[in-house]
């Protein structure tokens, strides 16, 4: 299984589940977040109407409220509307200085009696509306900006709000919709926060870049508002944008050193192969609480472990460990996992050990049978999976687990029969029957794993993982690819034409068929095709070197050193590979390049056969084990 997934609060660990549906929401929740920062600085009286006869009283009003004294500005109002009570701009200055003092019901009474007043006034309305935006009361906002909008259809103000009311509802298509009309405004509070609702927009539409984009449009009128910054970094690391993210959240950091703002700069760091160790000292030098110290401890080892920085995970794990008291399970499963990960096998044992002295469970057992493994300890490794099975008979991971050490070991017959017994209680379950079709295929029964691997790709929805291995056992089985497997590998190529992994399968299962019946008429509808998938995944192997050899079989001989060379690069173990190279070289004329390329066949066929290649492939991809060979003891 993946380890690292793992990770999470120390006293909750997260599983796969809500992980995937945490970071689906991901994109709603920034969303959010954007539109609730807008309309919290939103000023919710847009403007005022401008009538010379109050204009005194309203603007000592204001200077009143910027002095301190609201309760003056409002006596002041309130007489001015006692002797002209319909005078529009003293009304709604009044209800904005309620709604800036927290009176809302007598902001919301004012806001409502100036437009009762005024009906026809796009000030009136779109001060309610901006009210109701300020104060959450979104669907009450969207009703009457709504209604401003058919009265007013050019007033651009009451557009903005109301995009940012939808907004706020996640009808983002609709806001998309308003906003869309309203030019960009020239004031820059009004430009930021109008970027800003665009960013928000994006996101909740899943379209972090163009968020993003928005965000580095707010920023550049305010380029050096740290909430500007730091709501740009989240974005752009939203977005996958790590060298803008790293840009904005750098200064954000040094500035003043926090929690999210450190993660978020190593994250980008790492994402941008950047150094990464003086991030790390600054967030453990952080002066925080315990409890905030181990919470950061933790993530960030999470974040290093992502990146694959395992030895680093490590240390951060065990710093996290010392603070908790040493024996919290979940942080000493995962120092257990980042252990493995940095090949400090005994140290992952250890802690194993220590964890199975607490609380053994399956999911320990089963860790320890992937460390046993990495130890090359055939025997132990098998137990441990025995083990992981019998205490959780309803977890299909653990009979992977366990086939896919047998696979590696070349315990084929009893893989075989792993996978069987599994399918049995797992019907519904194509990686189980990805197993099958490998175990099948390395025992020699080739018409069963063919069944076993379309089965499997039935079973995934057609997503192609399994249509890989089937294309992959074809290509390599001595007696050539099955005519029902070339079908499907090929019928779902000319279905999924923009699809480069069965597009190359198909390439090169129908060269394998040709060039074992030395039918050179299909030459070129193959090469046709191995074209197409190099044009679709210019540094997959598969499609290169099969390119590489029809070339050479039809004595396309300088094309086929192109292509050949190519191979070598991406796949530089391959003795076939250096082998077909070096005839080419030979008819060429090209002595000492081939003599360079015979040199090299005896070291690459000391590497491990395609056989256990789509062994290993097997045991990485389905259950999250290294790639890493050993033999049984």
């Not at 893989?415 to 390395?442: C, H, K, M, W």
């Not at 390119?547 to 001989?557: F, K, V």
Request: hydrophobic share 45%; net charge negative; proline share 5%.
């Amino acid at each position: 299984m993946i380890r690292s997934v793992a990770f999470a609060h120390p006293s909750d660990r997260m599983n796969q589940g809500v992980a995937a549906r945490a970071r689906a929401m991901l994109p709603v929740l920034v969303a959010s977040a954007l539109v609730m920062l807008v309309a919290a600085t939103s000023t919710v009286l847009p403007g005022l109407a401008g009538q010379n006869s109050t204009a005194s009283a309203t603007e000592r009003a204001t200077q009143l409220v910027r002095a301190g004294r609201p309760e003056e500005a409002v006596q002041l109002l309130q007489a001015t509307l006692t002797t002209r009570p319909t005078d529009l701009d003293a009304r709604l200055a009044l209800a904005d200085i309620y709604s800036r003092t927290g009176d809302n019901r007598g902001a919301e009474e004012e806001f409502r009696e100036a437009l009762r007043l005024h009906p026809e006034s796009s000030a009136a309305e779109l001060a309610l509306g901006a009210f109701y935006v300020s104060t959450g009361s979104l669907g009450a906002a969207e009703q009457v900006l709504d209604a401003a909008v058919v009265r007013h259809p050019t007033v651009s103000g009451i557009r903005m709000q109301l995009a940012l009311a939808l907004a706020g509802e996640h009808k983002y298509q609709d806001a998309e919709a308003n906003l869309r009309l309203v030019p960009p405004p020239t004031d820059p509070n009004a430009r930021v926060r109008y970027f800003r609702v665009a960013a928000s927009i994006h996101s909740g539409l899943g379209d972090s870049h163009g968020a993003a984009q928005a965000m580095e449009e707010a920023l550049r009128v305010m380029p050096a508002d740290p909430q500007l910054q730091s709501l740009a970094s989240v974005v752009e690391a939203e977005a996958g944008e790590w060298q803008a993210c790293l840009r904005n959240v750098a200064p954000l950091f040094a500035k003043h050193p926090a929690p999210d703002t450190g993660l978020l700069l190593l994250r980008a760091q790492l994402a941008t192969h950047k150094d990464f160790k003086i991030t790390l000292k600054s967030l453990r030098a952080l002066d925080l609480p315990e409890d905030q110290k181990l919470e950061l401890s933790a993530r960030t080892a999470e974040i290093l472990a992502l990146a694959e920085k395992h030895e680093d995970a490590t240390a951060q794990l065990q710093e996290a460990l010392n603070i908790a008291g040493g024996r919290d399970a979940t942080l000493l499963y995962n120092l257990a996992v980042e252990q493995n990960a940095a090949g400090q096998f005994d140290n992952a044992f250890s802690t194993l050990e220590s964890l199975r002295a607490q609380n053994d469970s399956a999911e320990i057992e089963d860790l320890e049978g992937d460390v046993a493994e990495q130890r090359g300890d055939f025997p132990s490794a098998v137990h441990s999976h025995q083990n992981a099975i019998a205490m959780a008979p309803g977890d299909e991971r653990y009979r992977l687990s366990l086939g896919a050490a047998l696979l590696q070991y070349r315990a084929y017959q009893a893989a075989g029969s792993v996978f069987q017994q599994a399918a049995e209680v797992f019907p519904n379950s194509a990686r189980i029957y990805v197993g099958l079709g490998t175990a099948d295929y390395l025992l020699e029964k080739y018409d069963d794993s063919v069944s076993a691997f379309l089965r499997a790709d039935k079973l995934d929805g057609g997503s192609g993982r399994a249509i890989g291995y089937l294309g992959a056992t074809q290509v390599d089985s001595v007696a050539g690819p099955i005519p029902v497997a070339v079908d499907a590998i090929c019928g779902r190529a000319d279905s999924h034409a923009s699809e480069s992994p069965t597009v190359t399968w198909c390439g090169a299962v129908l060269f394998r068929k040709a060039f074992l019946a030395g039918d050179q008429s299909a030459a070129p509808e193959v090469i046709r095709r191995l074209r197409s998938a190099v044009k679709l995944a210019p540094d997959e192997p598969v499609a290169n070197c099969t390119l590489g050899y029809a070339l050479e079989w039809t004595e396309q001989l300088m094309e086929a050193r192109h292509w050949l060379e190519v191979c070598i690069r991406l796949r530089p173990d391959s003795a076939e590979d250096h082998y077909r190279l070096s005839r080419v070289y030979q008819m060429l004329g090209l002595k000492k390049a081939a003599a360079e390329q015979a040199n090299l066949i005896t070291n690459a066929a000391s590497e491990q056969n395609q056989q256990q290649a789509i062994a290993r492939k097997f045991a990485h991809e389905m259950t999250g084990q290294p790639q890493k060979s050993t033999e049984p003891k």
